[in-house]
């Protein structure tokens, strides 16, 4: 079992930016893929970024973000960060943490993430 616990999220002006945290428990989450996914009122929720497991070599990001996201992970500390920039009203939503403890590269579907966390809001202002 892992449990994922979100944080840094708030209330910004467009251009603004903000980093959110996701701290991992449990059982070797250093060793799990993970990701950000987004959910806005009234939509699906997408996927945002995703990181690879150890190392965090590889990263990928939704088209939406690229170039003004960025998404790391600490692993002496169990955490992985979403580094968001040049933030959009378009960016508000609810931001979750997710966890795939069986996958060994990164991907998109939410189906392949296992856990998840609680979710933080995001509000950006015009």
């Known amino acids: 079992q892992v449990q994922l616990v979100e944080s840094g999220g708030g209330l910004v002006q467009a251009g603004d930016s903000l980093r959110l945290s996701c701290a991992a428990s449990?059982?070797?989450?250093?060793?799990?893929?993970m990701g950000w996914f987004r959910q806005a009122p009234g939509k699906e929720r997408e996927f945002v970024a995703g990181?690879?497991?150890?190392?965090?070599?590889?990263?990928d990001y939704a088209d939406s973000v690229k170039g003004r996201f960025t998404i790391s992970r600490d692993n002496a500390k169990s955490t992985v960060y979403l580094q968001m920039n040049s933030l959009k009203p378009e960016d508000t939503a609810v931001y979750y943490c997710?966890?795939?403890?069986?996958?060994?590269?990164?991907?998109?579907?939410?189906?392949?993430?296992?856990?998840w966390g609680q979710g933080t809001q995001v509000t950006v202002s015009s």
């Open positions: 997710a966890a795939s403890s069986f996958l060994l590269s990164i991907t998109t579907r939410r189906s392949d993430f296992n856990y």
């Open positions: 449990g059982r070797t989450p250093n060793t799990y893929v």
């Open positions: 990181i690879s497991s150890w190392s965090g070599g590889r990263t």
